[in-house]
């Protein structure tokens, strides 16, 4: 593991380059996280010089002041509740996880290593995280950049089996949790951390999704779910702590969403949407245009597809994360992927979620679109009932069941030949498929065709009909006394 210790302030975040804009949609262009060849490595930076570690491989910084380094230990004999050693937190400096940093000290006599996962959510997000994380107390802040291996390992393959959760829900939260809880067991390991800790409520889908990570890949590791401790009992309350411990908090008691977003989608409950019969305001949306206001003229795009993958955009091979962050783009200046959403979480209740998602709903499309030229009837129909499965394991936070894995493999079997290209015209919100190709289509023009041909003699279907209809022939049969 390597580590890193710097005198005077340090800023920890994963680079991606900054576009000046003044639209509320061009500002998202910088929220996406555009790819560039640093994909996976964490970066220090300490006065404008950048030190990079390996891919994939976790950094300790030591947060300081001004009179020299400060290391936080645990403290001696535990805290109210227990003693844990050192926690790493899902961090990401929003309201739930700043207040969590104080209260795992106090009631644990611990060190916390607060973690951020970039999986696309952008460089206005991760400003600024290394101050806040000091401020609440923390130890150390560990920042990896997750964005290629999310829509690589986790949202492709969900795309290739078709996974989408009650006829809506493209499963962006649903997708981004087991690499993010990944990623903690890792850093745990790294840092010789005995627990892992999240600011999910338990009311929520989250917290299953993150500790049935942590179960799975290391069932050693202490959990601790403040939500379910503390005396807390809401968002106004936390607000309160936070401003008794001078916590540094983005939101106010006059408006609170709660959002969560990534490269896949932006998603938005609370506040007015709480309330299924409420539209919501206009102003609420981040990632895409009313498509009331989008272009007059639609807009083609062409997406390549290898074996159920999307690997290219009008004729340009692309990262994943390239690729989905390009259709971002694209989807949002169309107002592309809006949807309105009253579901039933994993923990029996309902809630209302209004998610969007340009980008996937254009690759959601494109591949689902392809099928039909490469799969035939039977294929498709078991493939579309497991993939109801699919999602359903997704969304519960079974991503390392061996389930789903073993559902994985037989998706990627049978889509072996889901490879081609699709053509979709985009037009104030709407997604129009408007031409498909493949070298592996069962597709063939000249049986298809309503002239005469000599694969298909029409003569024949006279007695597959008789066939076919003889259940239904002989139940009639019955009735009459035939």
Known sequence: MAQLKAISPINLYSYAPRRSSSTKLSSFQEFSGKSSS?????????NGCFTITPKNQGIQAVLSSNTGTEVCKAT???????????VVLAYSGGLDTSVIVPWLRENYGCEVVCFTADVGQGIKELDGLEEKAKASGACQLVVKDLKEEFVRDYIFPCLRAGAIYERKYLLGTSMARPVIAKAMVDVAREVGADAVS?????????????????????????????WREWDIT????????????????PVTKKSIYSRDRNLWHLSHEGDILEDPANEPKKDMYMMS????????????????????IPVSLNGKTLSPASLLAELNEIGGRHGIGRIDLV?????????????????????FNAVRELETLTLDRETIQVKDSLALKYAELVYAGRWFDPLRESMDAFMEKITETTTGSVTLKLYKGSVSVT?????????????????SGDIYNQADAAGFIRLYGLPMRVRAMLKKGI
């Not at 004999?77 to 003693?83: A, F, I, P």
């Not at 245009?289 to 597809?305: F, H, T």
């Not at 031409?435 to 002239?451: A, C, K, M, N, V």
């Open 38 to 46: 640093l994909h996976g490595h964490a970066i220090v930076s300490n």
């Open 76 to 86: 001696k004999g535990g805290g109210l509740r227990g003693k844990l050693n050192k």
């Open 198 to 226: 999240h600011g999910c409520t338990g009311k929520g889908n989250d917290q299953v999704r993150f500790e049935l990570t942590f179960f799975a890949l290391n069932p050693e590791l202490n959990v601790v779910a403040p």
């Open 234 to 249: 809401g968002r106004e309350d936390a607000i309160e702590y936070a401003k008794k411990h001078n916590v540094p908090v």
């Open 289 to 308: 245009v009313d498509p009331e206001d989008a272009p007059d003229q639609p807009e083609y795009v062409e997406i390549g597809i290898d074996s159920g």
């Open 343 to 363: 579901e039933n979480r994993l923990v029996g209740m309902k809630s209302r979620g209004v998610y969007e998602t340009p980008g996937g709903t254009i690759l």
């Open 435 to 451: 031409g498909r190709t493949s070298p592996y289509s069962l597709y063939r023009e000249d049986i298809s065709s309503f002239e």
